[in-house]
């Protein structure tokens, strides 16, 4: 993360990684995603609130179950550099998920977050203190409670919708205010929005602290955009997490980033409680299989 880098986060909340996927990686994620939509009742992603009915209790649905590239993003060595900056050693991905626009789903803009991390007792993703998704520099160092990289797969020409924030909310002092919250068109949106253009394959890093939202789609075809979700070792957004059991092709790097919250990381004494937890859970796999 270079110097112009770090200024720019700094100072909007956000930074655009150009090329952070390779054309190959675009059209296998594509390919899968295609793949799966097929499908009836398909999840798009790990849940950060409910469980599937049947699920076991700390697990979620996942984008990591369709393999290929989607395992490649959990440690992408284009954006590892930015989130070791932004989030220091031994960051943890905490969820996932897939957001898909187009001109018949109509969405509107909801800002969301803002003012040094809390969006405020009136927020629409729900009150919160701001302990989950602070921003702050110091002593030559950021910290940050929750940050989200987008992986665009298809061109977001300036104009037709996409990633939209309020550039230097991540520190405000206020709420957003709330006549600025919801636009249902794109004319209704504030001045102070950044609507920020991107092209596939091109990577959006910002924290959750920045203020933001979709804007309502108004280019051709759709705008899919893959979200993973880093927090620092001791934070947790989501109250499920991953096993790696569940995905054999990781690797050692890729493990570690999917140990659940604590304040000592991928430690090996940490390592041994989860490598319990895990088999714990196969055992109680393996007993209703045998009940049924």
Same mark, same amino acid.
């Given at each position: 993360?270079?110097?112009?880098? +770090?200024?720019?986060?700094?100072?909007?909340?956000?930074?655009?990684?150009?090329?952070?996927?390779?054309?190959?990686?675009?059209?296998?994620?594509?390919?899968?995603?295609?793949?799966?939509?097929?499908?009836?009742?398909?999840?798009?992603?790990?849940?950060?609130?409910?469980?599937?009915?049947?699920?076991?209790?700390?697990? &979620?649905?996942?984008?990591?179950?369709?393999?290929?590239?989607?395992?490649?993003?959990?440690?992408?060595?284009?954006?590892?550099?930015?989130?070791?900056?932004?989030?220091?050693?031994?960051?943890?991905?905490?969820?996932?998920?897939?957001?898909?626009? $187009?001109? +018949?789903?109509?969405?509107?803009?909801?800002?969301?977050?803002?003012?040094?991390?809390?969006?405020?007792?009136?927020?629409?993703?729900?009150?919160?203190?701001?302990?989950?998704?602070?921003?702050?520099?110091?002593?030559?160092?950021?910290?940050?409670?929750?940050?989200?990289?987008?992986?665009?797969?298809?061109?977001?020409?300036?104009?037709?919708?996409?990633?939209?924030?309020?550039?230097? $909310?991540?520190?405000?002092?206020?709420?957003?205010?709330?006549?600025?919250?919801?636009?249902?068109?794109?004319?209704?949106?504030?001045?102070?929005?950044?609507?920020?253009?991107?092209?596939?394959?091109?990577?959006?890093?910002?924290?959750?602290?920045? &203020?933001?939202?979709?804007?309502?789609?108004?280019?051709?075809?759709?705008?899919?955009?893959?979200?993973?979700?880093?927090?620092?070792?001791?934070?947790?957004?989501?109250?499920?997490?991953?096993?790696?059991?569940?995905?054999?092709?990781?690797?050692?790097?890729? +493990?570690?980033?999917?140990?659940?919250?604590?304040?000592?990381?991928?430690?090996?004494?940490?390592?041994?409680?989860?490598?319990?937890?895990?088999?714990?859970?196969?055992?109680?796999?393996?007993?209703?299989?045998?009940?049924?």
């Amino acid at each position: 993360m270079n110097e112009h880098e +770090k200024y720019l986060f700094d100072l909007r909340g956000y930074i655009v990684v150009r090329n952070a996927l390779t054309t190959e990686q675009i059209d296998d994620l594509s390919k899968r995603l295609e793949t799966r939509r097929n499908q009836k009742n398909i999840s798009l992603g790990s849940d950060r609130t409910q469980n599937a009915e049947g699920n076991l209790a700390w697990t &979620a649905s996942s984008l990591l179950e369709w393999g290929g590239s989607y395992l490649d993003l959990i440690d992408l060595p284009t954006i590892r550099p930015y989130l070791e900056v932004l989030l220091g050693k031994n960051y943890r991905l905490d969820h996932d998920y897939i957001k898909i626009d $187009s001109v +018949k789903q109509n969405r509107k803009l909801y800002l969301h977050g803002g003012g040094q991390g809390a969006g405020g007792v009136s927020d629409l993703v729900g009150p919160t203190d701001g302990g989950q998704c602070y921003y702050r520099f110091s002593n030559g160092r950021f910290f940050n409670g929750l940050v989200a990289v987008a992986f665009e797969l298809d061109n977001v020409p300036v104009g037709h919708g996409g990633f939209a924030c309020i550039s230097g $909310s991540h520190k405000v002092n206020f709420e957003l205010p709330s006549d600025w919250k919801v636009s249902n068109t794109q004319e209704e949106i504030p001045e102070c929005v950044d609507w920020v253009a991107a092209s596939a394959g091109d990577a959006i890093i910002f924290t959750e602290a920045c &203020a933001h939202g979709t804007i309502p789609w108004r280019g051709e075809g759709e705008r899919r955009t893959v979200f993973y979700k880093y927090c620092p070792h001791a934070v947790a957004w989501s109250p499920c997490y991953y096993n790696s059991d569940n995905y054999p092709e990781l690797t050692k790097n890729q +493990k570690s980033l999917l140990v659940p919250p604590s304040a000592f990381g991928p430690a090996p004494e940490v390592n041994n409680i989860w490598k319990k937890a895990q088999e714990e859970q196969q055992e109680l796999i393996n007993l209703r299989k045998n009940q049924n």
